[in-house]
């Protein structure tokens, strides 16, 4: 991969932050209060896709106004108060305009019709607030993939979904007049990995990995595009980096490890190459994960290890808390339980210091249901079914409804537990919850998981509801 081509250039104005908006957020990290917005969201049936960075580009003033989904939740959240008063800008004053006044515009140049403007910036919300349920922007991509989502199964939602680049993906990159990309291609990088992430949250990664190919190679063929600024070219490898664990989860997911390794590799080189500490530490961290799925313990204890060497000069005791329990997940496989059992109470002092502004954003996901879950696995791994099956309950009552396929991997090692604790009827009823979130979850892993219990359970087929978990299951397409 050529690297970027970074000279310097004339700066844009910077926005003005939006200090009452940060005022709002209190002393909750951006992840938690984007989960309160998503909360606020379904309170009045409104969709939105916020995380972490959303709420840090609005706190940053890159937002001078919400679209009108957002603007409907804002207000619901906090009754009495207009946008203005919750530092926006009024619409009528950003729509239709660019960040730059006249005099700061660029001068005339060639732009290729495959790519966008490079080096603009966005004052009216776009990329990062675009919801693809929002019903009320009229932008030409968001029609088309706001019908996607209306009459579409989960694979049309993600081919609609994966493509907010403005690039023609099938191109070959030969066919296209390169220019130097800018903050409009970062943002839209950006965008892809938000909403892959989102619908693996909702629907598991079996009816998405093959989608997500094509963005992933725009990614780098944007690295090779170049760039006039290091700040932009600093966001255009953390993006491709991150979309690279992003497509790598989903092989994980779908049970394609060499897959999920290569690209796992390729956001660690990513990593390696721009000098990207967290980066680094996020790409060892799912190599970490993977190699204990795929009965490398050894390899996940090292690759654990090496990620918190990577994350401690970031200053974020969650993210160290998760790589604990990374670690842990190794030992367990090794069948060392003292080891395992140190890396889980390091886990969970770190996990208690709470929240901090350094957090990364792709970790919105760990919070005390994932904690649960983790340490769910270890005490499986180990044999403990009755622990592993109280934190497994834990986990499953503890998880935000949005994350759907956690609630289903969460029962699905609950199920599992007590099957093999010696507990079939209530192995049975658990199973049962996880067929019924079947219609809305693709995972192989969960499906693996769910055929390993029904093994187990197959001695006790004439006990109550274990037959009529064994039928349903037995009705599922195979995996392939």
């Given amino acids: ?35 309160a917005v998503r909360r606020a969201a379904r309170e009045i049936e409104e969709r939105v896709s916020c995380d972490a960075r959303y709420i840090g580009r609005v706190e940053a003033g890159e937002i001078r106004c919400p679209n009108y989904a957002y603007e409907r939740v804002f207000l619901h959240m906090f009754p ?23 005099d700061e515009a660029p001068p005339p140049h060639t732009t290729s019709p495959a790519y966008t403007t490079g080096e603009t910036e966005e004052t009216y919300e776009t990329y990062d607030t675009q919801d693809p349920y929002d019903t009320h922007e009229n932008h030409e991509e968001s029609d088309v993939q706001r019908r996607a989502f209306m009459t579409g199964g989960t694979a049309t939602v993600a081919a609609a979904s994966l493509g907010p680049f403005g690039i023609t993906f099938g191109a070959p990159a030969a066919d296209r007049r390169v220019h130097r990309v800018g903050t409009s291609e970062a943002g839209a990088l950006e965008e892809a990995v938000r909403r892959i992430r989102l619908l693996d949250d909702r629907h598991g990664a079996d009816g998405l990995y093959r989608r997500a190919a094509a963005p992933l190679r725009t990614a780098y063929e944007l690295l090779d595009a170049g760039t006039t600024r290091q700040t932009t070219a600093d966001r255009l490898y953390a993006g491709a980096g991150e979309l690279a664990i992003s497509v790598g989860w989903l092989a994980h997911d779908s049970g394609r490890f060499e897959d999920a390794r290569s690209h796992y590799a390729e956001a660690l080189a990513t990593a390696r190459m721009s000098g990207d500490p967290a980066l680094e530490a996020h790409a060892f961290c799912n190599t970490a994960f993977l190699a204990r799925d795929a009965g490398r313990p050894r390899e996940a204890v090292r690759a654990a290890q090496a990620a918190q060497r990577a994350a401690r000069p970031l200053g974020s005791p969650r993210l160290l808390s998760l790589l ?145 978990f064994l039928e349903r299951h037995a009705s599922l397409p195979r995996i392939t």
Avoid: K
């Fill in 324 to 468: 604990a329990l990374r670690e842990a997940g190794g030992w367990a496989g090794l069948a060392d339980r003292p080891g395992c059992e140190q890396a889980l109470v390091r886990a969970q002092t770190l996990f208690e210091r709470g929240p901090s502004e350094t957090d990364p954003e792709w970790m919105t996901f760990y919070g005390e249901a994932e904690l649960e879950g983790l340490e769910a696995q270890c005490w499986s791994t180990l044999g403990d079914w009755t622990r592993a099956a109280r934190h497994a309950r834990r986990a499953a009552h503890l998880q935000d409804p949005h994350f759907t396929r956690n609630i289903a991997l969460y029962t699905a090692e609950l199920a599992d537990d007590l099957a093999r604790g010696g507990r079939p009827d209530e192995a049975a009823l658990a199973g049962l919850r996880v067929l019924d979130l079947l219609g809305e979850v693709q995972s192989s892993r969960i499906q693996t998981m769910l055929a390993g219990t029904a093994r187990v359970l197959l001695p006790h087929r004439r006990a109550s509801g274990v037959s009529a």
């Fill in 80 to 102: 009495g108060r207009t946008l203005t008063d919750l530092g926006f800008s009024p619409r009528s004053s950003v729509r239709g305009r660019g960040a730059r006044d006249t």
């Fill in 1 to 35: 991969m050529a690297s970027s081509a970074v000279t310097s250039s004339q700066s844009p104005r910077p926005p003005r932050p939006n200090l009452a908006f940060r005022r709002l957020r209190g002393q909750r990290s951006p992840g938690e209060f984007a989960a």
